[in-house]
């Protein structure tokens, strides 16, 4: 299990490779929960808890380049293209009588 401390010190690029990591190690440890192979069941939460730390650590550096080491320049954002609004229309009036329920022939 590492500290956040220790993740800040890193570079993204370690970070990113890490997090692939221990996402693959997640995957196998499902697999081992699943066959009844795995010995170590706190490892499931500890992994889990590393995965989310290193995410969050992204996403901090992400929306506070400021915040970031050097080293960790944030990766540019996909710039979205705005929609244009659509103007709201009025409600359809119904044209239709409603249609009749159909009943059981005998």
Request: net charge positive.
């Amino acid at each position: 299990m590492t500290t956040a401390a220790n993740l800040r010190d890193k570079s993204r690029d370690q970070l990113e490779d890490q997090l692939t990591a221990l996402k693959k190690e997640q995957f196998n440890l499902r697999f081992q929960r699943a066959s009844g192979q795995l010995e170590k069941t706190n490892r499931v939460r500890d992994v889990r808890k590393d995965i989310a730390r290193i995410q969050t650590i992204l996403g901090e550096w992400s929306r506070h380049p400021e915040v970031a080491p050097k080293g960790a320049a944030p990766k540019p954002a996909k710039a979205k293209a705005e929609a244009p609004k659509k103007e709201k229309k009025a409600p359809a009036k119904e044209t239709k009588a409603p249609a009749k329920k159909r009943t059981k022939k005998e």
